[in-house]
Nanobody
Framework: QVQLVESGGGLVQAGGSLRLSCAASGLAFSSYAMGWFRQAPGKEREFVAA???????DYADSVKGRFTISRDNARNRVYLQMNRLKPEDTAVYYC??????????????????WGQGTQVTVSS
């Protein structure tokens, strides 16, 4: 059974930092592309960042230069370091896994497995 469990969310002031972690189990982690998405109240879920199984990274324009996605295949974890947070970053953040070779990593329907989400709240 595949499980993705996010942690690290919380309340932070604007300009602060948080590091989200996603622990994966039940899958050959190193063979999966991993992504982070977020959903704010009343809004559609949106792409934040992705890291393919083969390396490289991709970011939404809204977070480029502030957020960093990374993965530790030995520990079956993917991380999202979020710096210079803004109130508009407030959302539930989800990690997701897509089969090796998947394309369209900015699209949520590409992903096969999802975590339950972790709340990030940025106060002004």
């Amino acid at each position: 059974q595949v499980q993705l469990v996010e942690s690290g969310g919380g309340l932070v002031q604007a300009g602060g930092s948080l590091r989200l972690s996603c622990a994966a189990s039940g899958l050959a982690f190193s063979s999966y592309a991993m992504g982070w998405f977020r959903q704010a109240p009343g809004k559609e879920r949106e792409f934040v960042a992705a890291i393919p199984w083969s390396g490289g990274t991709d970011y939404a324009d809204s977070v480029k230069g502030r957020f960093t996605i990374s993965r530790d295949n030995a520990r079956n974890r993917v991380y999202l370091q979020m710096n210079r947070l803004k109130p508009e970053d407030t959302a539930v953040y989800y990690c997701a896994a897509a089969f090796r070779g998947s394309t369209g990593l900015r699209v949520d329907r590409t992903y096969n497995y999802w975590g339950q989400g972790t709340q990030v709240t940025v106060s002004s």
